[in-house]
T-cell receptor
């Protein structure tokens, strides 16, 4: 099925470092979503972006909706051990009344205390 | 807590068996989505229901089926189970506002087929 290109696939960083991950696509999206999944749990919505160029923060997290509407990035500043998990991006396509969410394969983040 | 509930949390069964996974969406949400997540894999969209009707199909096997009931809860039926069906199965519900839709996930059902 259709998927987003999410990178990097995994990251191993030291506590306190900043993290950046991104998603790209050949398709134009009208919404970008970033989710975090803790081990054994369901994904939890972190940030939702609805307009091209939009920059939104949620605590130490910042995400941007690319101006071309084909990409988005998520930054985490001053990482802490509880940031460990898998981060998924998702882009929403809309055709009439139908909406389709396309998912990235995730970025696995490990933080060394 | 997303407000989406799923039962059971864990399920262990044997090959060839049939199981039913249950999902209750957030209050007021009309859409229910089912996803499969295998070990170290991303989320594979299976099927979506909206207000009792099937709206979209993803990579759902013919051995799998789902339905959404009048009270909006949904069930995912998995039959003739194979070892490869072992995975986490997530349900998500969503509500649309001004053309935007956000999915909220349940805690998942971990299925182990032995």
């Amino acid at each position: 099925g259709q998927q987003l290109n999410q990178s990097p696939q995994s990251m191993f960083i030291q506590e306190g470092e900043d993290v950046s991950m991104n998603c790209t696509s050949s398709s134009i999206f009208n919404t970008w979503l970033w989710y975090k999944q803790d081990p054994g749990e369901g994904p939890v919505l972190l940030i939702a972006l609805y307009k091209a160029g939009e920059l939104t923060s949620n605590g130490r997290l910042t995400a941007q909706f690319g101006i071309t509407r084909k990409d988005s990035f998520l930054n985490i500043s001053a990482s802490i051990p509880s940031d460990v998990g898998i981060y998924f991006c998702a882009g929403q396509l809309r055709a009439g009344n139908n909406r389709k969410l396309i998912w990235g394969l995730g970025t696995s983040l490990a933080v060394n205390p | 807590d997303s407000g989406v509930t799923q039962t059971p949390k864990h399920l262990i069964t044997a090959t060839g068996q049939r199981v039913t996974l249950r999902c209750s969406p957030r209050s007021g949400d009309l859409s229910v989505y089912w996803y499969q997540q295998s070990l170290d894999q991303g989320l594979q969209f299976l099927i979506q229901y909206y207000n009792g009707e099937e709206r979209a199909k993803g990579n759902i096997l013919e051995r799998f089926s789902a339905q959404q009931f009048p009270d909006l809860h949904s069930e995912l039926n998995l039959s003739s189970l194979e070892l490869g069906d072992s995975a986490l199965y997530f349900c998500a519900s969503s509500v649309s506002s001004r053309g935007q839709e956000t999915q909220y996930f349940g805690p998942g059902t971990r299925l182990l087929v032995l």
